[in-house]
T-cell receptor, first 113, second 114 residues
């Protein structure tokens, strides 16, 4: 069974630029999550999708972050414009129905200069 | 509300020695508890989880953890450390307010010396 795929693996941008990350969850998993992991900290949930609907985006900085999950499969997370404090690893995870174990992708390491 | 405290940001052991990583949680409801491992430049991998039932939970790679409600703890142990166990370990709790979203601790880096 293929795992959660993410791309790119690494991205370096300058502040005020835009960036987008892509995630393809495990086939058949209805729930998809985006986490932000700042160096030295545990992951923090940004947004949770159930199929193509948003379940929880209370910790998403909506003035600069956006996410979508068209057709309830893969998802894109965008930052526009980026700030220095957005430097982090962005992890995507999926689970069968939101009540079970989450499976994590390898993450995208973002550096904002 | 729920929270996790991992005692010690770094734990250093010799190969073959006992591994003990400490986790204490706070939750207003019976918790679900998790341990994840993260190897460099990789995502998180579930080691084990406690939901209900037996309080001693066995996971992958020889790890186990015991849920102790009276101590609000969920410490992770392994009898004999291997070099390959060197990684970052995260404890997480979920269940408060009916949410299955885990709240993660800050992580403990396990260093294994030859």
């Amino acid at each position: 069974e293929a795992g959660v795929a993410q791309s790119p693996r690494y991205k370096i941008i300058e502040k005020r630029q835009s960036v987008a990350f892509w995630c393809n969850p495990i086939s058949g998993h209805a729930t998809l999550y985006w986490y932000q992991q700042i160096l030295g900290q545990g992951p923090k949930l940004l947004i949770q999708f159930q199929n193509n609907g948003v379940v929880d985006d209370s910790q998403l900085p909506k003035d600069r972050f956006s996410a979508e999950r068209l057709k309830g499969v893969d998802s894109t997370l965008k930052i526009q414009p980026a700030k220095l404090e957005d430097s982090a690893v962005y992890l995507c995870a999926s689970s069968p129905d939101g009540t079970d174990t989450q499976y994590f992708g390898p993450g995208t390491r973002l550096t904002v200069l | 509300a729920q929270s996790v405290t991992q005692l010690g940001s770094h734990v250093s052991v010799s190969e073959g020695a006992l591994v003990l990583l400490r986790c204490n949680y706070s939750s207003s409801v019976p918790p679900y508890l998790f341990w994840y491992v993260q190897y460099p430049n990789q995502g998180l991998q579930l080691l084990l989880k406690y939901t209900t039932g037996a309080t001693l939970v066995k996971g992958i790679n020889g790890f186990e953890a015991e849920f102790k409600k009276s101590e609000t703890s969920f410490h992770l142990t392994k009898p004999s450390a291997h070099m390959s166990d060197a990684a970052e370990y995260f404890c997480a709790v979920s269940g408060a307010g009916g949410s299955y979203i885990p709240t993660f601790g800050r992580g403990t880096s396990l260093i294994v010396h030859p």
